[in-house]
Nanobody, 112 residues
């Protein structure tokens, strides 16, 4: 069974940083792209970043330069480092194997 479990969210002030983690089990990273998607209250899901199996990395314009996606294949972990947080980054962040498998999400709240 494929499982994705996110962690690392929290409440931070504007300008702060967080590192989100996604622990994967039940599958191998080989041949798989990984993505992060976020959903703010009352809004549809927004794709944030994608790391392809071949190592190509893509970011939404809204997070480019502030977010960094990475993975540790040996540990079956995917990460999203978030810097210079803004209130509009407040959302539930999901780790996704596009597009069939989603974690339960980890909440990021940016507020002063």
């Amino acid at each position: 069974e494929v499982q994705l479990v996110e962690s690392g969210g929290g409440m931070v002030q504007p300008g702060g940083s967080l590192r989100l983690s996604c622990a994967a089990s039940g599958f191998t990273f080989s041949g798989r792209d990984m993505s992060w998607v976020r959903q703010a209250p009352g809004k549809p899901p927004e794709w944030v970043s994608r790391l392809s199996d071949g190592g190509a990395i893509y970011y939404a314009d809204s997070v480019k330069g502030r977010f960094t996606i990475s993975k540790d294949s040996a540990a079956d972990m995917v990460f999203l480092s978030i810097n210079s947080l803004k209130p509009e980054d407040t959302a539930l962040y999901y780790c996704v194997i596009p597009w069939n498998y989603w974690g339960q999400g980890t909440q990021v709240t940016v507020s002063s």
